[in-house]
């Protein structure tokens, strides 16, 4: 039903910046009221995949992993369907595969929703940060 195809990737140095996109299919973004969740993740090389920003709009709340508070940034294009994340500030150890997902309904008794409560996920991009 919805489809979730991550961009932007790519090799930048530390300290630098990278906008990902996430272009979404369907209605989700434009129908305010269907109660979902958006997050974005990451997963680095034999390391289990986490959190990086979660929000739900009906709720009103937003996560942020305390690693990337102040550097990484959740915005919206109702128009283009499409969220961004932008990383400022990059580190060495950013570099991961990251993924954009999407969790339907109403929000569980756990915050953020664990992972494996996401219904719909992108195919990632890589990110690779160099020293």
């Not at 990902?20 to 997963?43: D, K």
């Not at 961004?84 to 580190?91: A, H, P, V």
């Not at 954009?100 to 719909?120: F, H, I, K, Q």
Request: hydrophobic letters at 35%; aromatic letters at 12%; charged letters at 15%.
């Amino acid at each position: 039903q919805v489809q979730l195809v991550e961009s932007g990737g790519g090799l930048v140095q530390a300290g630098g910046s990278l906008r990902l996109s996430c272009a979404a299919s369907g209605r989700t973004f434009t129908t305010y009221t269907i109660n979902y969740t958006m997050g974005w993740f990451r997963q680095a090389p034999g390391k289990e995949r986490e959190s990086v920003v979660v929000i739900n709009w009906t709720a009103a709340r937003i996560y942020y992993a305390d690693s990337v508070k102040g550097r990484f940034t959740f915005s919206r294009d109702n128009v283009k369907n499409t969220v961004y994340l932008q990383m400022n500030s990059l580190k060495p150890e950013d570099t991961a595969v990251y993924y954009c997902a999407v969790r339907s309904g109403v929000l569980g008794s756990r915050w953020p929703p664990p992972l494996n409560e996401y219904d719909y996920w992108g195919q990632g991009t890589q990110v690779t940060v160099s020293s």
